[in-house]
């Protein structure tokens, strides 16, 4: 039997309103710096680096998940603008207590967990019919993690740990 033991899944977020609210305030404070910089010279100079800034900062504000499936490890990743990659969650199906869907009411007995959700989806409404919720219990302390995996990463789940995910 030559099964892998290897799955990746990509999922882009979609942009909030707070992104395009800190997006449309950072142009507007930069235009007024920049046209006030050309009645006072100094200013120009504050308006340059506030653009240069603008310039560096402004792929940060397209993020995609990825979720790596290895030997029973899952890997949360953030990669923002398509080339910084930042690792935000590596769980081990050993620790995970639950994989289910959100709206499984497998999950109604941990509604009582008083802990932040971390959260790696889309943020998309049409796609909440898509959304898994992970219960981990790593160093003694439950974790909700959300997230959107496609059916590869859930058949590669269900084959580790048949007992603690579901499908829907």
């Known amino acids: 039997m030559n099964e892998s033991n290897y799955c990746e899944c990509v999922v882009s977020r979609k942009t909030t309103l707070k992104d395009n609210i ?20 100094l200013v120009f100079l504050v308006a340059a680096i506030g653009w240069y800034l603008i310039f560096t900062f402004w792929p940060r504000f397209q993020v995609v998940y990825e979720y790596v499936f290895v030997d029973g490890q899952i890997d949360f990743d953030r990669i923002l603008g398509g080339s910084v990659r930042k690792q935000c969650k590596r769980i081990d199906l050993d620790t995970v207590t639950l994989v ?51 059916e590869t990463l859930i058949a590669h789940m269900k084959r580790k740990a048949p007992r603690k995910v579901q499908e829907y």
């Open 22 to 41: 800190i997006k449309a305030s950072l142009l507007t404070l930069a235009t007024v710096v920049t046209l006030i910089g050309f009645i006072i010279p």
């Open 100 to 150: 289910a869907p959100a709206r499984s009411h497998s999950l109604d007995g941990y509604k009582h967990l008083q802990t932040k959700p971390f959260d790696y989806t889309s943020l998309d409404p049409e796609r909440e019919n898509l959304v898994y919720v992970i219960v981990n219990n790593a160093d003694n302390k439950s974790e909700i993690i959300r997230f959107e995996p496609d």
